[in-house]
C-alpha cells in the first residue's frame, strides 16, 4: 500500500490527457492533493470519522466539478476517481470501502 507522500507525487488521471483538458485534469488532482494534504495534517490519533469526513468532501468537491462540466465523468473517470480515493483512504489508515463514496452524484 502506497503512502499518502507516494499517492501525492503519483500523477493521477494521466489516462485521461488527450480525452479531457485541464480544466478538468487539473482540478481532479488538486482535489486529490488538497485531500491528502487534509489527511497528513490531522493528528496522528484522529478519529476514523474525521477521515471519512475528508474523504466525503472530496467527493462533494468532484460532485461540483463534475456539475460545473456537464457530468463529464462516466465510467472510465468514475471507476479512476474511486481508485484513487479509495487508496487515499487505505493510506489514511481507512477500509478501502465504497461506502466511503456514498455522497457521490456520478
Aim: charged letters at 35%; hydrophobic letters at 40%.
Amino acid at each position: 500500500m502506497p503512502s499518502l507522500e507516494k499517492l501525492k507525487e503519483h500523477e493521477a488521471f494521466s489516462s485521461w490527457e488527450g480525452t479531457w483538458s485541464s480544466d478538468i485534469v487539473d482540478p481532479c488532482r488538486a482535489i486529490l492533493h488538497t485531500t491528502i494534504d487534509e489527511l497528513r495534517n490531522l493528528p496522528s490519533d484522529a478519529i476514523d470519522e474525521v477521515k471519512k469526513a475528508v474523504i466525503t468532501s472530496a467527493v462533494i468537491k468532484f460532485n461540483d466539478l463534475n456539475d460545473a462540466h456537464d457530468e463529464f465523468i462516466e465510467t472510465i473517470e468514475r471507476e479512476d476517481i474511486a481508485e484513487e480515493l479509495l487508496q487515499i483512504a487505505e493510506a489514511a489508515g481507512l477500509k478501502p470501502d465504497e461506502e466511503l463514496l456514498n455522497a457521490r452524484n456520478w
